[in-house]
T-cell receptor, first 113, second 111 residues
């Protein structure tokens, strides 16, 4: 157990729908990062939050959004889902910004049918 | 931009063989370097890291040395086991930036 908790582990939904992925960071970690892993794109950085504030954005689609709450858990919202959004979505956390390594959760596997 | 390049996989080895997975990087500055491992059906686990030139990271028999002159961080293990079969990712991070991954290298170890 890495200490980073992601729910749900698996999600199957239809095109056009909206889903919410949840992440609880490791205790004491203030930064949360979301990554998408797909076969053709590899590991793509989506977005980072630090202590409730958005810090960096990567290749995140406009249909996707995220937030970090006062208790530091984070949610990634994916809307108007397309078949191509099927992927593994990972959350990671780190104690602070800087050149620290991240601790990853076990991921949420999203299948859009 | 900052990037990581890994050797293409899959790498197929027999048990007890020597492993090298090549990783080179491009960075505007002095990054920290990491190897992560992803076992089938699981998330990424930090395998080892090095934060400055000539540092050697090591864990579970794996080693990698931060070579600034060749901008490399090759992963090595003297004797692989079937249980080492996984995808290995090289990654870098610069101060207050995000972790950037290579494309990953699949290692398959046969008994």
């Amino acid at each position: 157990d890495s200490g980073v908790t992601q729910t749900p582990k698996h999600l199957i939904t239809a095109t056009g729908q909206r889903v919410t992925l949840r992440c609880s960071p490791r205790s004491g970690d203030l930064s949360v990062y979301w990554y998408q892993q797909s076969l053709d794109q590899g590991l793509q950085f989506l977005i980072q939050y630090y202590n409730g504030e958005e810090r960096a954005k990567g290749n995140i689609l406009e249909r996707f959004s995220a937030q970090q709450f006062p208790d530091l858990h984070s949610e990634l919202n994916l809307s108007s889902l397309e078949l191509g959004d099927s992927a593994l979505y990972f959350c990671a956390s780190s104690v602070a910004e800087g050149n620290y390594g991240y601790t990853f959760g076990s991921g949420t596997r999203l299948t859009v049918v | 931009g900052n990037s990581v390049t890994q050797m293409e996989g899959p790498v197929t080895l027999s048990e007890e063989a020597f492993l090298t997975i090549n990783c080179t990087y491009t960075a505007t500055g002095y990054p920290s370097l990491f190897w992560y491992v992803q076992y089938p059906g699981e998330g990424l686990q930090l395998l080892l890291k090095a934060t400055k030139a000539d540092d050697k990271g090591s864990n579970k028999g794996f080693e990698a040395t931060y070579r600034k002159e060749t901008t490399s961080f090759h992963l090595e293990k003297g004797s692989v086991q079937v249980s080492d079969s996984a995808v290995y990712f090289c990654a870098l991070i610069l101060w207050q930036d995000k972790l950037i991954f290579g494309t990953g290298t699949l290692l398959a170890v046969q008994p």
